[in-house]
């Protein structure tokens, strides 16, 4: 079965430090894996997917098929990028997303 | 706004009571989901349409919950005998299968608190 799995509930850093947001799958295929954002009192919405391959508000994510990551990275964490990320998979045929359970990051001024 | 809508914001209802949500899609989109997510979770998916089709029910859909989208557009989803495990916030999703992605858009959700 095709699952996500992030493994950190909190990542706490500093404005200007490097971030890294664990994402794992297993997934029976080629996957096509995203990750959402959800800031405070917003609803989710997509950040990024890896088939694009760019970089959105300075975050990128490289499909690791070996190790069957996609994690998220930011060299340089800014206080507007606390959030909720959520990493997800359109699983199986139909295509339907599903997501982890989701990291929340604090960025500390 | 041309984004996800979903009404109401908030209920509060007494357990036992029968509720129903509801969800505008994306005009254009042909695909509509519906997910729950508690506190600590990302989004669990409850079930989704294609069109107005029913094509997939998790096993999360107990036979309280009811979910419709009469002719491809709107959608709504109704708890009947609601239990306070029913609290939740529940968000509806729309996307365009077949366009190229697989993006999915959410509405702002509507959460349940039963009491």
Known sequence: AQ???????????????????????????SPELFWYVQYSRQRLQLLLRHISRESIKGFTADLNKGETSFHLKKPFAQEEDSAMYYCALPSGGSYIPTFGRGTSLIVHP | DTGVSQ?????????????????????????????????????????????????????????????ERPKGSFSTLEIQRTEQGDSAMYLCASSLIGGGGTEAFFGQGTRLTVV
Request: proline share 6%; aromatic share 12%; charged share 25%.
């Open chain 2, 7 to 67: 009404n109401p914001r908030h209920k509060i209802t007494k357990r036992g009571q029968n509720v129903t949500f509801r969800c505008d899609p994306i005009s254009e989109h042909n695909r509509l989901y519906w997910y729950r997510q508690t506190l600590g979770q990302g989004p669990e998916f409850l079930t989704y349409f294609q069109n107005e089709a029913q094509l997939e029910k998790s096993r999360l859909l107990s036979d309280r919950f009811s979910a």
């Open chain 1, 3 to 29: 699952r996500v799995t992030q493994p950190e509930k909190l990542l706490s850093v500093f404005k200007g430090a490097p971030v890294e947001l664990k994402c794992n799958y297993s997934y029976s295929g």
